[in-house]
């Protein structure tokens, strides 16, 4: 049922109903995606013609169901009433060998039915099957007054043939597909971005992802950073993926044969530059700050410990693409600094001298108007400083999205939007694989260029409000008449990061500060025994975290709001001590299972850290030392000093 005067119905329905046609992995995890044919109206002879003349009695039960047992002749006015389509299903592993399993949609607008044909086809043998038995119908349904509901009708119910892939368990499809789809209909919500992967063939993209993840997810063990490993590996997995999947598209437009090259500025990790070095590609990672991941990845692996100040300095001539994954405030400068590899030797003979002759000799070898870039944005940067919003009307990611694109709509790309299936909340990327302007027209660009940055620089160094890209020549954008476009001052009041990163996450706070909230929470928290049996370990009550701050003295609180996440980040970090859920902080209690699943204590193990409730717990701690990963006295404590492990060659 829809929840009661749904305004969003009949419509509603079928922009649902695309959801599920175009994207079923949002909602069965087993696939990667579907690719679709383009729609045709049918009638009932297309239809026995497109599964290829299959018996005779399989063909009139669908028909009894599409017509609902009535005469088709009786039902529809049109000489082809439905709309279809033939989806091809894309599952994450290769399930079906050499065969494909695809469904023909067919749409039924007046009466606001969709139907399910799913047929397996054996290209080796040339021959398609109808699954009679998997056949299903979704109806939207008026109950009058308002009222809507989704049925789903099967043809048959005790065949039902689920391999748990391409084909659900029939239970699944009302348990789980149709309130999705009920939901998606309440909403008709249409994204702000496009689809994921909407520039690539989704089969590719699926087929190379499980070749890569299968081949450096061993990373996740070695991992040596502070953060996810998890998240982070299969993370640059998968953008490295795209980014193969469009390299090996490009040069088969282009007819290319050697691999692209790259630079990727601000790398980070430089896990990204290591997998796409290793799949073949020539290149180098530049960052402000070495990583300690870097020493595991050997020789092969170019990354720069290096400052990136935009100049004639950071140009990088002879080299394909750009990449900016979460490049924070090089992000609107990286279409800039593509785009300004080329450089007319007529136009800019003053600036060519300032560089070196090296770069005369790369300009008369090779072009550079043929760069590429890809960005991911992240952070909100503008050319010299954060970003200001311009406009409510939409969300502030939509709107920084919008102005990279528009920076690379000046510098002159044809820019492209797509979304990234990654384990993130920031998935859309800008790619820019071609110019708009011929190679002749290079310095009226880059008058274009430097008049729009130059806009949005005041003295302050804030980014100044435009309202949009002007396409004529008499706004900033389009005139050649802008003063100071000198090329070695572009880079203008653009600061770069310090290398030395700033730690904000209640780490680096004194030891006896930290120490001294823990003692004064776990005291509050012990103090709210009630209820605790005699004899029993005590664990205390709760708090919410406001009445955990109105225990701490004013100054405590104005110190940890200098720091990201404050008192609640304080808490977390104090793992071993305090357990943080839904906002409220709890003693942990290690006897629990689900605590001891997350770390079990394994025999000989070196323990790094004292256990705190031994030391402090009115009880001590509620396990045996041998049972405990933590040290229990200065005895058991055994730091560690194995060095870092290097990386096999992937």
Same mark, same amino acid.
């Given at each position: 049922?829809?929840?009661?005067?749904?305004?969003?119905?009949?419509?509603?329905?079928?922009?649902?109903?695309?959801?599920?046609?175009?994207?079923?992995?949002?909602?069965?995890?087993?696939? +990667?995606?579907?690719?679709?044919?383009?729609?045709?109206?049918?009638?009932?002879?297309?239809?026995?013609?497109?599964?290829?003349?299959? %018996?005779?009695?399989?063909?009139?039960?669908?028909?009894?169901?599409?017509?609902?047992?009535?005469?088709?002749?009786?039902?529809?006015?049109?000489?082809?009433?439905?709309?279809?389509?033939?989806?091809?299903?894309?599952?994450?592993?290769?399930?079906?060998?050499?065969?494909?399993?695809?469904?023909?949609?067919?749409?039924?607008?007046?009466?606001?039915?969709?139907?399910?044909?799913?047929?397996?086809?054996?290209?080796?043998?040339?021959?398609?099957?109808?699954?009679?038995?998997?056949?299903?119908?979704?109806?939207?349904?008026?109950?009058?007054?308002?009222?809507?509901?989704?049925?789903?009708?099967?043809?048959?119910?005790?065949?039902?043939?689920?391999?748990?892939?391409? $084909?659900?368990?029939?239970?699944?499809?009302?348990?789980?597909?149709?309130?999705?789809?009920?939901?998606?209909?309440?909403?008709?919500?249409?994204?702000?971005?496009?689809?994921?992967?909407?520039?690539?063939?989704?089969?590719?993209?699926?087929?190379?992802?499980?070749?890569?993840?299968?081949?450096?997810?061993?990373?996740?063990?070695?991992?040596?950073?502070?953060?996810?490993?998890?998240?982070?590996?299969?993370?640059?997995?998968?953008?490295?993926? $795209?980014?193969?999947?469009?390299?090996?598209?490009?040069?088969?437009?282009?007819?290319?044969?050697?691999?692209?090259?790259?630079?990727?500025?601000?790398?980070?990790?430089?896990?990204?530059?290591?997998?796409?070095? &290793?799949?073949?590609?020539?290149?180098?990672?530049?960052?402000?700050?070495?990583?300690?991941?870097?020493?595991? $990845?050997?020789?092969?692996?170019?990354?720069?410990?290096?400052?990136?100040?935009?100049?004639?300095?950071?140009?990088?001539?002879?080299?394909?693409?750009?990449?900016?994954?979460?490049?924070?405030?090089?992000?609107?400068?990286?279409?800039?600094?593509?785009?300004?590899?080329?450089?007319?030797?007529?136009?800019?003979?003053? &600036?060519?001298?300032?560089?070196?002759?090296?770069?005369?000799?790369?300009?008369?070898?090779?072009?550079?108007?043929? +760069?590429?870039?890809?960005?991911?944005?992240?952070?909100?940067?503008?050319?010299?400083?954060?970003?200001?919003?311009?406009?409510?009307?939409?969300?502030?990611?939509?709107?920084?999205?919008? @102005?990279?694109?528009?920076?690379?709509?000046?510098?002159?790309?044809?820019?492209?939007?797509?979304?990234?299936?990654?384990?993130?909340?920031?998935?859309?990327?800008?790619?820019?694989?071609?110019?708009?302007?011929?190679?002749?027209?290079?310095?009226?660009?880059?008058?274009?260029?430097?008049? $729009?940055?130059?806009?949005?620089?005041?003295?302050?160094?804030?980014?100044?409000?435009?309202?949009?890209?002007?396409?004529?020549?008499?706004?900033?954008?389009?005139?050649? %008449?802008?003063?100071?476009?000198?090329?070695?001052?572009?880079?203008?009041?653009?600061?770069?990061?310090?290398?030395?990163?700033?730690?904000?996450?209640?780490?680096?706070?004194?030891?006896?500060?930290?120490?001294?909230?823990?003692?004064?929470?776990?005291?509050?928290?012990?103090?709210?025994?009630?209820?605790?049996?005699?004899?029993?370990?005590?664990?205390?009550?709760?708090?919410?975290?406001?009445?955990?701050?109105?225990?701490?003295?004013?100054?405590?609180?104005?110190?940890?709001?200098?720091?990201?996440?404050?008192?609640?980040?304080?808490?977390?970090?104090?793992?071993?001590?305090?357990?943080?859920?839904?906002?409220?902080?709890?003693?942990? %209690?290690?006897?629990?299972?689900?605590?001891?699943?997350?770390?079990?204590?394994?025999?000989?193990?070196?323990?790094?850290?004292? +256990?705190?409730?031994?030391?402090?717990?009115?009880?001590?701690?509620?396990?045996?030392?041998?049972?405990?990963? @933590?040290?229990?006295?200065?005895?058991?404590?055994?730091?560690?000093?194995?060095?870092?492990?290097?990386?096999?060659?992937?």
């Amino acid at each position: 049922m829809f929840p009661p005067g749904c305004k969003s119905l009949p419509e509603g329905f079928w922009s649902a109903v695309e959801v599920w046609v175009k994207k079923p992995h949002v909602v069965n995890k087993r696939l +990667c995606g579907a690719t679709e044919t383009e729609s045709r109206d049918v009638d009932i002879e297309d239809l026995r013609i497109l599964l290829d003349n299959n %018996d005779e009695e399989s063909l009139q039960d669908v028909f009894l169901l599409l017509c609902s047992g009535v005469s088709p002749s009786n039902t529809h006015q049109k000489d082809k009433p439905w709309s279809s389509t033939v989806r091809t299903f894309i599952p994450k592993v290769n399930y079906y060998g050499a065969k494909q399993q695809k469904e023909v949609v067919l749409k039924d607008s007046d009466r606001q039915h969709v139907t399910f044909l799913p047929f397996e086809e054996d290209t080796a043998a040339g021959r398609v099957s109808l699954k009679k038995c998997n056949i299903y119908q979704i109806r939207l349904c008026s109950l009058g007054s308002e009222r809507w509901a989704l049925e789903l009708h099967v043809l048959t119910s005790d065949g039902w043939f689920s391999d748990g892939v391409a $084909y659900p368990k029939l239970p699944w499809l009302s348990s789980d597909l149709l309130p999705k789809l009920v939901r998606w209909a309440a909403e008709s919500k249409s994204s702000e971005f496009k689809s994921t992967l909407s520039l690539l063939p989704v089969e590719k993209y699926s087929l190379m992802y499980q070749q890569l993840k299968e081949k450096y997810k061993s990373m996740v063990k070695v991992w040596p950073e502070v953060t996810d490993p998890e998240k982070f590996v299969f993370e640059d997995v998968a953008i490295a993926t $795209y980014l193969l999947v469009l390299w090996a598209e490009e040069r088969t437009v282009k007819s290319l044969s050697a691999p692209q090259s790259f630079v990727d500025l601000g790398c980070g990790n430089g896990l990204l530059v290591h997998i796409l070095t &290793n799949e073949g590609h020539p290149g180098k990672g530049i960052d402000v700050r070495r990583r300690r991941i870097w020493d595991m $990845y050997g020789p092969q692996t170019v990354l720069e410990e290096k400052a990136i100040t935009p100049s004639e300095s950071f140009l990088f001539p002879g080299t394909d693409w750009l990449i900016g994954n979460h490049s924070d405030e090089l992000t609107p400068w990286i279409p800039v600094i593509a785009a300004r590899r080329v450089i007319s030797k007529h136009n800019h003979t003053q &600036n060519c001298q300032l560089i070196s002759p090296f770069w005369n000799n790369i300009m008369d070898r090779r072009s550079s108007h043929s +760069c590429r870039f890809f960005v991911l944005p992240c952070c909100f940067f503008d050319f010299y400083g954060k970003y200001q919003r311009r406009q409510c009307k939409k969300s502030q990611y939509k709107e920084y999205i919008d @102005f990279i694109a528009e920076v690379s709509q000046v510098c002159g790309f044809d820019t492209e939007e797509d979304c990234l299936r990654i384990p993130s909340t920031k998935r859309v990327c800008l790619v820019g694989k071609s110019r708009s302007y011929k190679q002749s027209d290079e310095a009226e660009f880059e008058q274009r260029r430097a008049c $729009y940055i130059r806009s949005r620089q005041t003295p302050a160094g804030a980014g100044v409000q435009r309202s949009g890209v002007g396409k004529n020549r008499d706004c900033c954008h389009g005139s050649t %008449d802008c003063e100071g476009t000198s090329g070695t001052t572009w880079e203008g009041g653009f600061r770069p990061r310090s290398g030395v990163e700033a730690v904000r996450n209640c780490t680096a706070l004194p030891r006896d500060f930290v120490d001294g909230i823990v003692l004064k929470v776990a005291d509050a928290l012990l103090g709210m025994s009630e209820g605790t049996p005699l004899g029993a370990w005590n664990k205390g009550g709760s708090l919410s975290v406001r009445e955990v701050a109105a225990l701490l003295q004013q100054e405590t609180l104005q110190l940890l709001k200098k720091e990201c996440g404050g008192l609640q980040t304080l808490l977390r970090n104090n793992y071993q001590v305090f357990k943080v859920e839904g906002g409220t902080v709890y003693i942990r %209690d290690w006897r629990d299972r689900t605590e001891n699943q997350r770390r079990p204590a394994v025999p000989d193990a070196l323990k790094t850290r004292l +256990c705190w409730f031994h030391a402090h717990h009115p009880q001590g701690c509620p396990l045996q030392e041998q049972n405990c990963c @933590f040290a229990h006295g200065a005895d058991d404590l055994r730091p560690s000093t194995r060095p870092l492990k290097k990386l096999k060659n992937f």
